[in-house]
């Protein structure tokens, strides 16, 4: 079992995760809600967490392919219901930026297989959203 402790940091809204291992994550809420800014939004994590699950299974891939990756940089981007409560993502596109001598057809292939397949919270969130991916490569 995963165990998340949240405490009040400050205002309404402003709280601190806090995981088993004591890695920790700020949390607010907008503004606009009464929020202070922060942290994150909760919805906002989602899409940090989609970047960072598929990318830690490319990552994998990518070395059992041997492929030579010096550096990595994702952007996730998502739309959300308008005018519903809750607002669910409808839509989520991931892009990563890879660096290294890399062969395009494998890195095609490990970005298939770990957002389309791998990643647990890309196969939670395509239950309501429409997850699609793209790539650039930075040859060194």
């Given at each position: 079992?995963?165990?998340?402790?949240?405490?009040?940091?400050?205002?309404?809204?402003h709280?601190?995760?806090t995981?088993d291992?004591?890695n920790?994550?700020?949390?607010d809420?907008?503004?606009?809600?009464?929020?202070?800014?922060?942290?994150?939004?909760?919805?906002?994590?989602?899409?940090?967490?989609?970047?960072?699950?598929?990318?830690?299974?490319?990552?994998?891939?990518?070395?059992?392919?041997?492929?030579?990756?010096?550096?990595?940089?994702?952007?996730?981007?998502?739309?959300?219901?308008?005018?519903?409560?809750?607002?669910l993502?409808?839509?989520?596109?991931?892009?990563?930026?890879?660096?290294?001598?890399?062969?395009?057809?494998?890195v095609?292939?490990?970005i298939?297989?770990?957002?389309?397949?791998?990643?647990?919270?890309a196969?939670?969130?395509?239950?309501?959203a429409?997850?699609?991916?793209?790539?650039?490569?930075?040859?060194?």
């Open positions: 079992m995963i165990t998340i402790d949240l405490k009040r940091v400050s205002g309404d809204f709280l601190e995760a995981n291992t004591g920790s994550i700020q949390l809420a907008s503004p606009d809600v009464g929020g202070t800014g922060k942290g994150m939004r909760p919805m906002q994590l989602l899409l940090a967490a989609l970047g960072g699950c598929s990318s830690v299974d490319l990552v994998m891939i990518l070395k059992k392919q041997k492929q030579e990756l010096k550096d990595i940089s994702i952007t996730v981007s998502g739309e959300r219901e308008k005018g519903k409560v809750p607002s993502y409808t839509d989520a596109h991931i892009h990563f930026k890879l660096v290294g001598n890399l062969d395009k057809e494998k095609e292939k490990a298939v297989l770990a957002v389309e397949k791998y990643c647990s919270v196969k939670t969130l395509e239950k309501s429409i997850i699609t991916h793209s790539f650039e490569i930075i040859s060194q």
